[in-house]
C-alpha cells in the first residue's frame, strides 16, 4: 500500500512545481490539483456564491480520488495540497467570505471528515513557508486566468493554515523554508526526500 505525501502552503508559493520535483527525485506517484480541469472552478470564479459549495466538494473528492489511487499503489504517492488544505484553509476561508453559507460549510466538514476518517491521514505533511511579500510576488507572478483568491486573501489563509498545522494535524509536518533564491529548490528538494524517508522508515 502506497504511504501519502502533501506539499501544502499558501496560494501561489511554488506547491505544484515542489511536488513534480519530489517525483523527479524519487519514485512517486502525483496527485496534481488539475486547477484548468475542474468543472466548477471558472463558474466559481464568475459567481463565487452560486459555485462556492459544488466547486468546493468537488475538489474534496477529488483529492480523496487522489489519496485512494495512492493507497492502492505498490509506490507512495505526493498531492500539491491535499483533502485537508482544501477544507481547513480554502473551504473554511470560503465561509469566513461569505461564499458559503452554515448549512453548506457543516456539508462540506460531515464530507471531509467522513473521507478522513475512511482514509486514514497522511503519512508525512511537507509545509513551504515563505513571508508574505515573497507569497504576494510570487502570487503575482503566476498570472492564472481561474484564480479563486486574490493578493488580500493570502494573509487570512496563512493564519488559517497556520491553525490547521499547529492544532489540527496530527501527521508529521516538515517545514521548508521556500523563501530562499532557490526557484527550482535544487537545494532543498533533496533534504526534504531525505526527511521524509527518515519519517516513512
Known sequence: MGRLITVVGNSGIGKTTFTRILCQLAPLDTGIEEHEERP??????????????????DYLLLRAEQELSIRHSPRDGVQDG?????????????????????IEYQLCRRLHETLRELLGQPDVVVSLQAPLDV?????????????????????VLDTLLDDWLSNKCSAPVIRVD????????QTIAPQVIEKIYTILE
Do not use: C, M, W
Open 82 to 102: 491535499g483533502l485537508d488544505l482544501d477544507y481547513y484553509v480554502f473551504t473554511k476561508f470560503f465561509y469566513q467570505a461569505g461564499y458559503l453559507d452554515q
Open 135 to 155: 507569497i504576494h510576488e510570487r502570487f503575482s507572478d503566476r498570472r492564472r486566468q481561474r484564480e479563486i483568491t486574490i493578493l488580500a486573501d493570502l494573509e
Open 178 to 185: 521556500a523563501s530562499r533564491d532557490d526557484p527550482d529548490y
Open 40 to 57: 466548477f472552478q471558472y463558474s466559481f470564479v464568475e459567481e463565487r456564491r452560486r459555485y462556492a459549495l459544488a466547486n468546493q466538494i
